[in-house]
């Protein structure tokens, strides 16, 4: 009997796990789930974030130690920060074209969007320094009137929600830093520090000082510290494929944990949360499963029929195979930097990437390629402006595009980080950053979407630089 491959298993893992979630809230029994079963998933993140760091280090030190010059690290760095900026900018702009056809915002009834409208015009009255976005003024119609306590009430609720104030809090440190904070956090003081505090940009900063330094030095003086880190390398490497064994039963507890704490003993409740907000959900979601199923994977398939030997099709069903287990631990575990040692894995071992590409690509992409928040945050800003009948136009929409940008490029490489960074983009255009209270019931579902694509693309940029580096080697692999 033909064994069941990984990918399949773990499919079967997250069906089993929203199964059980939806049956423990229906009986009841969602303590249960949270007590004994979410448990084990919490196991698994944190082993995958136990082997990220030491192996992030070395495997980028080994990669960049290998190298025969420093100018081949200079041609791949800047090929590597060129296509991941491109390549965000390219996710905002798509979330941009979906957000502008289908209006997800105006799906509203009028009453609501009136409702809305006038909490705005009040928000802005009571704000200082911040303008109308227009002309429109339904609390000087009179027969807006009996909307008025409506609006007042639903903008109250937003300015009182403690967990909302404490993330505009958080995003307001954020943006008094200087412009240059992020080159500064990129810089430790102290390596231990960083390992301690999994400060993964730091670690990355150091692991390319370290290797850099070996290139200068002679090889021969080189060879013993080359050969332990390629050794520490290898060791953590296995360490992935032995924690991946589990993955099918630590992503059911994974994911069943989560829906239980989502629905408590109301499975009704998953089903309202996507009602609440459907076309803003529906059309999110869209946007991030067309980049990640139809326009990165053509692309890639372009690439690779082009360089190899495989066909379009073949070339398709080769890359989407080799990352699929990473995708579906992305799913569940919502955040890219613990998902980094399995995409590493598949990058390397399934689509035939160079570990020296990998090593070093990989791991930056972790921390500065953010292209499902970067879409994701443009259509939400859009939404939100469109249900208070605010038309944005085309300049303002292109300040979102550029502000999403940066602040994807910033956000932590964690679960709903992009709530934050929102904020901040929310507040450069002139809106009310209290408004992400609007998509805080679905937030979690869409982050877990959009951490599928930002691997995707991290992954779709190491294959093409290995494929510009002419250093990819196509892998046979048995169907699955």
């Known amino acids: ?85 491109g390549s965000t900018i390219l996710a905002a702009s798509v979330g941009m074209l979906l957000a502008n056809t289908f209006n997800p915002g105006k799906q509203a009834s009028q009453e609501q969007l009136q409702i809305n409208r006038l909490a705005y015009e009040m928000w802005v009255n009571q704000t200082e320094g911040v303008e109308f976005f227009d002309d429109l003024r339904l609390s000087e119609d009179p027969s807006m009137s009996v909307y008025m306590d409506a609006a007042a009430q639903a903008l109250a609720e937003q300015q009182a929600n403690e967990e909302l104030n404490a993330k505009i809090a958080t995003a307001g440190s954020t943006k008094k830093q200087s412009p240059l904070q992020f080159f500064i956090d990129m810089v430790p003081s102290n390596i231990f520090v960083s390992f301690n505090n999994s400060l993964m940009i730091q670690v990355i900063f150091f692991a390319i000082f370290f290797g850099v330094t070996m290139v200068m030095l002679p090889k021969k003086i080189m060879k013993p510290v080359s050969d332990v880190v390629t050794g520490l390398s290898e060791v953590f490497i296995k ?47 869209a ?37 699929r287990p990473a995708q579906l631990l992305a799913f569940s575990t919502s955040s890219t930097a613990a998902t980094l040692p399995v995409t590493m894995d598949c990058v390397r071992d399934n689509l035939g990437v160079d570990e020296e590409i990998s090593s070093f690509v990989l ?75 609007i998509i805080f019931p679905v937030d979690r579902i869409i982050d877990m979407v959009r951490t599928v694509l930002n691997l995707t693309g991290d992954a779709a940029v190491s294959t093409i630089i290995a494929l510009s580096e002419d250093k990819l080697t196509v892998v046979e692999t048995p169907d699955s």
């Open 363 to 437: 791991p930056v992409g972790a921390t500065v390629n953010m292209d499902g928040t970067a879409l994701y945050q443009t259509v939400a800003v859009i939404f939100m402006a469109q249900f208070h009948m605010i038309d944005l136009t085309f300049v303002q929409q292109a300040t979102i595009i550029l502000t999403a940008t940066l602040a994807s490029i910033g956000a932590a490489s964690v679960p709903s980080a992009g709530l934050i960074m929102l904020i901040v983009v929310l507040e450069s255009v002139g809106l009310n950053p209290a408004w992400i209270a």
């Open 1 to 85: 009997m033909k064994k069941i491959s990984l990918p399949l298993q773990i499919i079967i893992g997250l069906v089993l796990g929203i199964l059980w979630a939806l049956t423990s809230s229906s009986m009841g029994w969602s303590s249960f789930t949270m007590d004994w079963i979410a448990p084990f998933g919490q196991i698994f993140i944190n082993l995958l974030k136990l082997i990220a760091i030491p192996l992030v280090l070395f495997s980028i030190i080994a990669g960049i130690g290998n190298l025969s010059d420093t100018a081949t690290l200079g041609r791949m760095g800047v090929k590597t920060l060129v296509l991941y900026i």
């Open 287 to 323: 946007g991030l499963l067309f980049m990640i199923l139809v326009l990165y994977p053509s692309v890639m398939s372009y690439l690779i029929s082009r360089k190899t030997k495989l066909s379009f099709t073949q070339s398709w069903v080769y890359f989407m195979r080799g990352i």
């Open 239 to 285: 360490m992935v494929d032995i924690i991946m064994k589990g993955a099918p039963f630590f992503v059911f507890a994974l994911l069943a944990g989560k829906l239980a704490e989502m629905a408590g003993d109301e499975p009704g409740r998953l089903v309202e949360i996507f009602k609440a907000l459907g076309a803003y959900t529906t059309v999110t979601i």
